[in-house]
């Protein structure tokens, strides 16, 4: 958006194309509702449910219905759908990062994703965990997005986005359900459900197999390349194919009695292989596992309009990184100006944390025009075991030296650490005039390593007219530095530093729903946001080697979102979004690079009258240019089309569908960071075919 034309031109887009969250509050049709699902309430934006178009957030919900009906086989393909992000990778176990309006970093820590309101959050990396992916769609009731800063009201790393991930409850999962499906790149997996009540006992349960052999797509060079050419050897694996299979199991169990609710999700990736290396250099042998278990304990009292409520939570969170082989850093035959890896580079960081939160909240509506939410709590946050097998130790200057035999590292790279945290939080919905609301909030965080941080958040909704409504939004987040960052050592690569402040952010952004007709929505979001004190590695003072984290970043960044449903008919949804960002080093003026600033999806989807469903999607992402001082040509443009059919699934019996995945085997590629150590960039799966079964009692 360096000239006012592609401003202009979205902003017609948005009279034209794409999709908005929320269609069922204008159009007030049982069948829509059933077919697509609930769209049109959302509890994200401020802690209980309200209408979305009144929700003070940019927002988006994904439900059941719109998952089953695209296709989807795992997060990452549903996530790509949501307008203003772009799911990138990582080289190292194809680590999804969740790239939200243009806001890019190696584990991007900045979006905060939940699950059932309980982070997910891995505190040696504040990602989501190298070994990690994501929940079985299957068990996914709806999926609530805000894009923007959610601090005000959920703390750290509710930076530029939030991802609440519900799973089925007991009134999601009447009956017992099977299913079984199987497809390309030897993929395989069956999984069962069953809900129901016995006495006052309500209960859902969950339980789901899979496996795949891994996509083959063929990296044609690699770090290990580079590495060959400087030193004369020939000891790259490249060209050859990612490592990318894996296996998993997902468990939940789900109990309501009366004001109580006790909840438990266990995940397993086991197997998987560590795709373009943990070093970017091909690795065929490697292979890791994630373990997270989720445990939640909820108490709610009665809603008592014109009085208090009140709420509780006690949560436990486990996360495990293990290698049952290696991986290899860098082949056999690697020379090094320290020596000879005749066996190849060895190294396997493993980990163990756990995560204890506690919160309560109490909302008062006893106010004339006032609904007041107060929330406290205290997070426990333990990373317990660390340890690392490996077969190198480090000259002074950082460089690997051949250590002989695999072992136990007797330097970690980081030792066991603990945190504390405390919060307290306000928040106000003030119906100023019967068309006008203000949503006022203000939260303060307590860090005992990470000093204290305070951010407001402000949201006036106007309802300009019975088709109209109008939003302005201003808020500011931070994300806490994680363990890495403050503490790593005996790496010099990157070593951490313990005086480190969060990053922050400030954001503004304008929002316009209109309804053109009952069966047209559509919507404009622009946004602009300020980054400050941005983590990075700087080069440590001399004499001493390598780098060191550092608050010395900057970021500003701009867009907008177009987004559009049209129900042509009453079987035909015609839906999309365009969404344009630019992202810039304010020191130097220069594209910050490896995020989209071009985006176009559009969907159709047609209810046959035999009770079928045809979907189609398409997805255009373009303009990724490079980082400054990265001398490769831009990103590889890329569009993918996927087709779907499916029978219904809302009643008892048999159902079936069939899904095509980039149907016309697109080159998809995401951007490998400077210098290239994958020249090519990363590759992603092309062509895919799956059939899937599935019966309800």
């Known amino acids: 958006m360096t000239t006012a034309s592609p401003l202009h031109l979205t902003f017609l887009a948005a009279l034209s194309l794409t999709t908005a969250p929320c269609l069922a509050d204008t159009a007030d049709d049982d069948e829509l509702v059933a077919a697509y699902g609930d769209k049109a309430s959302i509890s994200l934006a401020t802690g209980t449910r309200q209408a979305m178009r009144r929700a003070p957030a940019v927002a988006t919900v994904i439900t059941a219905e719109d998952i089953a009906a695209m296709g989807a086989t795992d997060l990452d393909q549903v996530l790509e759908t949501v307008p203003g992000l772009h799911v990138n990778v990582a080289p190292s176990m194809r680590n999804a990062l969740y790239v939200m309006r243009g806001v890019f970093s190696l584990q991007t820590p900045q979006v905060l994703v939940l699950q059932n309101g309980i982070p997910i959050t891995v505190q040696l990396t504040g990602g989501r965990g190298n070994l990690s992916g994501g929940p079985a769609v299957e068990n996914i009731a709806r999926i609530e997005i805000i894009r923007g800063p959610g601090s005000a009201l959920f703390g750290a790393d509710a930076f530029s986005g939030v991802i609440n991930i519900i799973t089925r409850g007991p009134g999601d999962s009447p009956g017992t359900r099977v299913g079984a499906r199987a497809g390309s790149f030897?993929?395989?997996?069956?999984?069962?459900?069953?809900?129901?009540?016995?006495?006052g006992l309500d209960y859902a349960a969950f339980l789901k197999f899979e496996r795949s052999a891994g996509f083959e797509r063929t990296i044609e060079s690699d770090a290990q390349s580079r590495n060959d050419r400087g030193f004369g050897t020939h000891a790259s694996l490249a060209p050859g194919p990612v490592n990318a299979g894996g296996e998993s199991i997902d468990a939940g169990l789900d109990l309501s009695w009366g004001a109580w609710r006790w909840r438990t999700l266990y995940k397993l990736r086991d197997d998987l292989g560590t795709y373009a290396g943990l070093?970017?250099?091909?690795?065929?042998?490697?292979?890791?596992?994630?373990?997270?278990?989720?445990?939640?304990l909820g108490w709610a009292s009665a809603i008592e309009p014109g009085g208090w409520s009140y709420a509780a939570n006690l949560s436990l969170m486990h996360y495990a990184q293990r290698y049952a082989v290696p991986p290899q850093i860098f082949p056999p035959g690697t020379r090094l100006p320290t020596g000879v890896f005749v066996d190849g580079m060895f190294g396997a960081p493993e980990v163990s944390e756990r995560s204890l939160r506690l919160s309560a909240t109490a909302t008062y509506a006893g106010w004339a025009d006032h609904s007041l939410r107060l929330g406290v709590g205290h997070d426990d946050l333990d990373l317990y075991m660390t340890r690392e097998i490996n077969n190198f130790s480090y000259t002074a200057t950082g460089i690997p030296v051949p250590a002989g035999a695999l072992r136990e590292s007797p330097l970690p790279f980081i030792y066991?650490?603990?945190?504390?945290?405390?919060?307290?939080?306000?928040?106000?919905?003030?119906?100023?005039?019967p068309d006008w609301t203000l949503t006022a909030g203000l939260r303060h965080d307590r860090y005992s390593d990470a000093g204290s941080t305070t951010n407001p958040r402000a949201a006036l909704v106007w309802d300009a007219g019975v088709d109209w409504t109008v939003k302005l939004l201003y808020g500011q987040a931070f994300r806490a530095p994680s363990f890495s960052e403050l503490y790593a050592t005996n790496n010099p690569i990157a070593r951490g530093n313990p005086n480190l402040k969060p990053e922050t952010t400030r954001t503004l952004e304008a929002v316009l729903n209109w309804a053109a007709t009952p069966r047209l929505q559509l919507n404009l979001n622009l946004y602009a946001y300020r980054m400050r004190d941005i983590l990075r590695t700087l080069p440590n003072p001399a004499p001493t080697p390598g780098t060191r984290y550092s608050n010395t970043g900057r970021q500003n960044g701009r867009g907008l979102e177009t987004e559009a449903v049209w129900d042509a008919t009453r079987q035909l949804r015609m839906s999309g979004h365009v969404s344009l960002a630019q992202t810039v080093d304010p020191a130097t003026g220069l594209d910050v690079g490896n995020v989209p600033r071009r985006d176009l999806f559009l969907r159709a989807d047609w209810r046959l009258a035999s009770?079928?469903?045809?979907?189609a999607l398409a997805n255009h992402v373009a303009g990724r240019r490079r980082a400054p001082g990265d001398v490769r040509p831009p990103v590889a443009d890329y569009t993918t089309v996927d087709l779907a059919l499916a029978s219904d699934s809302s009643a008892a019996g048999w159902t079936f569908s069939a899904t095509l995945r980039n149907a016309f085997d697109a080159d998809v590629r995401e951007p490998s960071l400077a210098p290239g150590l994958v020249a090519n960039d990363l590759p992603q799966a092309g062509r895919s075919f799956t059939l899937q079964v599935g019966y309800l009692f």
């Open 186 to 199: 030897g993929s395989a997996g069956a999984w069962l459900q069953q809900g129901g009540k016995q006495g």
């Open 279 to 296: 070093g970017s250099a091909l690795d065929p042998i490697g292979r890791g596992s994630g373990e997270r278990l989720i445990s939640d």
């Open 416 to 433: 066991p650490q603990r945190r504390h945290v405390d919060h307290v939080f306000l928040q106000d919905e003030w119906q100023l005039r």
């Open 611 to 615: 009770g079928w469903r045809i979907n």
